[in-house]
T-cell receptor
């Protein structure tokens, strides 16, 4: 079973549409993340949730809204999609703190906005 | 603020040759340092990490990295490359308790490793 799974794997859509990416982890972790990997391959953190509470919110347009219905799920909803939103989005989860924290990543969702 | 620079977006080696992937970081506090590997169509997997203690860290698949504070470097090496090592490698830094970057991983831009027969 996949530890961190995200769907869909590929998402192609038109500018102005609203779309969602779902993420689920079956590791029992308390903390989940969304990262964005741009065309230059830079991975940047977007959000982090711990036990369904937002703990990290980087400078991300408010068109991006994460939702955590329970600690095993962290979905990412994007409104009014723009060309610049095209990227690979990675979900991740972790347990523990400090030196013992280890992130587990999903396989990514490639979003293409046309 | 913390940042990571990986020197060389592409590295090509022959099978059996030494692998050296370079990573330099900047951080206002002593950071935790990581190397992740990404195989095609997969998520990132942790190769190794440095938190405290011994500066030479051994990871999976024969990789190791040495933390050199004076050089602010955390280069990844493997004595003998294997075809299965072909992947993209990411260096990352994370702050820990006391820093403003606690809990956030900052990644480099990645280095694609190609291994020739």
């Amino acid at each position: 079973d996949t530890a961190v799974s995200q769907t869909p794997k590929y998402l192609v859509t038109q500018m102005g549409n609203d779309k969602s990416i779902k993420c689920e982890q079956n590791l029992g972790h308390d903390t989940m993340y969304w990262y964005k990997q741009d065309s230059k391959k830079f991975l940047k953190i977007m959000f982090s949730y711990n036990n369904k509470e937002l703990i990290i919110n980087e400078t991300v347009p408010n068109r991006f809204s994460p939702k955590s219905p329970d600690k095993a799920h962290l979905n990412l909803h994007i409104n009014s999609l723009e060309l610049g939103d095209s990227a690979v989005y990675f979900c991740a989860s972790s347990q523990g703190q400090g030196p013992n924290e280890k992130l587990f990543f999903g396989s990514g969702t490639q979003l293409s906005v046309l | 603020a913390q940042s990571v620079t990986q020197l060389g977006s592409h590295v090509s080696v022959s099978e059996g040759a030494l692998v050296l992937l370079r990573c330099n970081y900047s951080s206002s506090v002593p950071p935790y340092l990581f190397w992740y590997v990404q195989y095609p169509n997969q998520g990132l997997q942790l190769l190794l990490k440095y938190t405290t203690g011994a500066t030479l860290v051994k990871g999976i698949n024969g990789f190791e990295a040495e933390f050199k504070k004076s050089e602010t470097s955390f280069h990844l090496t493997k004595p003998s490359a294997h075809m299965s090592d072909a992947a993209e490698y990411f260096c990352a830094v994370r702050g820990h308790a006391g820093g403003t970057s606690y809990g956030k991983l900052t990644f480099g831009q990645g280095t694609i490793l190609t291994v020739h027969p």
